[in-house]
């Protein structure tokens, strides 16, 4: 699988639909569910969490016929970032 750096990951984190997935990520949820919640087309919901799994912010666990989408620890890092962040803006 082909890394995307650092540059990159933080250009695809800068858009809203991403951080929305870090934040609904608290626990694992499959695809149909991450997309009602983050209100996106199932397919838009894919194609990010395959950009998101590419920059290792992400990892898929099959389950069954579905796959559970779960945060890897440096999805952690970065959710725990957003929260911090989004803190911050708000006491702005």
């Known amino acids: 699988m082909e890394n995307i750096n650092k540059s990159e990951v ?7 639909k991403p951080i929305h997935i ?3 990520l608290a626990d694992g949820k499959h695809k149909s569910q ?18 998101l799994e590419k920059a290792g912010v992400l990892k898929t666990i099959k389950d069954g016929r579905k796959s559970v989408i779960k945060l890897t620890d440096y999805g952690v890092e970065l959710r725990d970032a957003a929260y911090l962040i989004m803190e911050k803006i708000g006491k702005a």
Do not use: G, I, N, P
């Open 10 to 16: 933080l250009t695809k984190l800068m858009f809203r």
């Open 22 to 24: 870090l934040v609904a």
């Open 34 to 51: 991450l997309s009602r919640e983050c209100d996106m087309t199932y397919s838009h919901c894919v194609k990010q969490v395959a950009v």
